[in-house]
């Protein structure tokens, strides 16, 4: 037993008393409201995800509860599936999920690995072994989180060796549930195709949890959240311009949510200091903190659509 988890358990046995337990004791204790409220803080929206958060840490206390009692006789199956489009906190929400599991003790570590398909699959015969061994190697004690994990199964190609990967990858998931615990993340529609193929992977995972796209204004919210971090705001006619890229960036091809936000903020950022060098006057902390909406209407999400709105085809 580690340091941590005898510190638990030495909790656990105080908020026992008299044949009852109190779980409300357990969860203070256990410090997991910290790491939910730090989500809360740190993702705008997400109330679907953010309650099945809490479901699985209000279950995983009452599975301890049971423990003291003695009902549960092996721990529960833990492995996940995080499914949605890119951009809406799967790594995020990953990395706070192994805090959440090592305060409450089912991994001895609480770290995150994240890995795709080229960290896992090897490239000729003999490869992949060594290659996904290693991987598991440095997950055991946390979460291995592995993104587009469909792209692990190739059938259209027999030569492929990510089947290899998986299989041990399976055995790992059986043999080693107490000791870490795998999340596979990527596309809702491909990751049900992929365990249509994998029954035995879909068989291994307790829990589904979708992460939905971004509302309009709550991108405008993460947009001004990331902002803040990075010490800046929008003007008057920069918050206008924002809300108008939203609009016509959601309806764009290959639109990543938060990633996507992310993005044109950095790319305004840098048109904001070209437009500063070219003024002729020192400017002070305001100017260097703010982004106007030239520096988002420079943007090829508004010159595309208003080339195309006058009938340019150039």
Known sequence: MSADQTILAARESSALTEGTIDLQALLRESDVQSVLDQLDRELIGLAPVKRRLREIAAFLLVSRARKQFGLEVSPPSLHMCFSGNPGTGKTTVATRMADILHRLGYVRKGHLVSVTRDDLVGQYIGHTAPKTKEILKRAMGGVLFIDEAYYLYRPENERDYGQEA??????????????????????KDRMETFFRANAGMASRIAHHIEFPDYSEDELMQIAQLMLAQMNYRLDASGEQAMREYIERRVRRPNFANARSIRNALDRARLRQ??????????????????????????????????????????
């Open 273 to 314: 200091a070209n437009r500063l060098f070219a003024l002729p006057q020192a400017v002070d902390q305001v100017a260097l903190s703010t982004l106007s909406a030239a520096d988002l209407h420079a943007s090829r999400v508004f010159q595309e659509l208003d080339a195309v709105s006058h009938g340019e085809t150039t």
């Open 166 to 187: 998986i299989e041990i990858l399976l055995q790992a998931m059986e043999n080693h549930r107490d000791d870490f615990v795998v999340i596979l993340a990527g596309y």
